[in-house]
């Protein structure tokens, strides 16, 4: 008896020790995606403009980047406020932990090289060899074309330095373990030529990272069949909103819209053609998309992403994409 407990008592310490051996590894050891490339920028003022173009409006940095003034519709960044960074995103949101944007700006990435900023852009591992959680879309901008990377940096160079320190963003466990499995090294692809829409298309829709709001997921997967088919909910004061359905089926997705429609349902909102955000109050319609800044992309850009959205398969998901919700105190005075 003495004898068997002593063999399971070994195996228990052996089956301890390689599970230590696996966090040990996995926390200190990981994450690796190779080396932190020996990169020097020597920008063009046509590359920053195309780095402008997008951080502004096709990758969207500046919508987690900066401050956006949620009491106006689809909270556009505030004025003076894009790359400095700081915004919370928490439990109370679906995440595990509580993350901060970094600041972007000259005052908070002054000091990386090129060389790490193009590896935590692509491959989600910042310049002291942390894991970035993917609420940072690495792993989309990690497929995309390396000059479109060296671009954002070319023009992250540029912006105004704003004085602000961020808190350090805390993993809940075990994803604080799990994160680090997560960077990988990038499978950088050419940007198509413009000509073939379908294939440029497919190339803007991943660097817009729109999956990223309109699949839904499970346990961080994509829930196979249902791409593009939207009904992913999100929280706002007073609010359930849910993303629309983006295939192209005829009854509850863009089967009917035209190119032109498309097209001018976001140039609807370019502020550069005049739109001025309304004023928005809890329990209101409203939206994360970030319509002012999607707003800004090309015409021939915009229709690039209509043409390849026609092509993928439809998905029959009707979407109520906003639902007032009562506050608690509401609710007790309608009683």
């Known amino acids: 008896m003495k004898t068997a407990l002593r063999y399971i008592l070994i195996g228990l310490a052996v089956i301890a020790t390689g599970i230590g051996g696996v966090l040990s590894y996995v926390k200190f050891i990981l994450p690796d995606a190779g080396p932190t490339p020996q990169l020097k920028i020597n920008a063009t003022q046509a590359q920053i403009e195309r780095g402008r173009y997008l951080a502004n409006h096709v990758n969207v940095c500046m919508d987690c980047h900066s401050t956006r003034d949620w009491t106006r ?4 960044p505030t004025p003076g406020t894009i790359g400095k960074g700081g915004e919370r995103f928490g439990p109370e949101m679906g995440l595990p932990g509580t993350f901060y944007s970094r600041n972007i700006t000259p005052a908070g990435v002054g000091n990386w090289t090129d060389g790490e900023l193009f590896r935590a852009i692509s491959s989600g591992i910042n310049r002291h060899g942390k894991a970035l959680f ?3 879309p690495y792993l989309t901008y990690g497929k995309t074309d390396q000059e479109d990377i060296k671009s954002v940096i070319a023009y992250l160079r540029t912006i105004k330095a704003i004085p602000n320190e961020v808190p350090e963003s805390e993993t809940a466990f075990p994803m604080n373990f799990i994160v680090n499995t997560i960077p990988q090294k990038p499978n950088f692809q050419k940007r198509p030529h413009p000509s073939n829409q379908i294939a440029y298309g497919k190339y803007l829709v991943n660097a817009a990272g729109c999956a990223d709001c309109h699949t839904k997921t499970d346990k961080g997967e ?3 069949g249902m791409d593009f088919a939207g009904g992913v909910e999100m ?3 007073g609010a359930v909103i849910r993303t ?3 295939t192209p089926d005829k009854e509850t997705g863009l089967g009917h819209w035209t190119k032109a429609a498309f097209i001018a349902r976001f140039k609807a909102f370019d502020p550069a053609a005049g739109y001025k955000p309304h004023l928005v109050k809890p329990g209101e319609k409203q939206t994360i998309m970030p319509w002012t800044m999607y707003s800004g992309m090309s015409e021939q850009d915009l229709g690039a992403i209509y043409s390849y959205l026609q092509t993928v398969k439809p998905v029959k998901n009707k979407v109520e994409t ?3 919700v009562a506050s608690a105190k509401e609710s007790i005075a309608k009683k």
């Open 134 to 136: 993917p609420l940072m």
């Open 322 to 324: 906003f639902t007032a």
């Open 244 to 246: 629309a359905n983006l």
């Open 73 to 76: 519709f689809s909270g556009p």
């Open 235 to 237: 929280n706002l004061p």
């Open 222 to 224: 994509a829930i196979p």
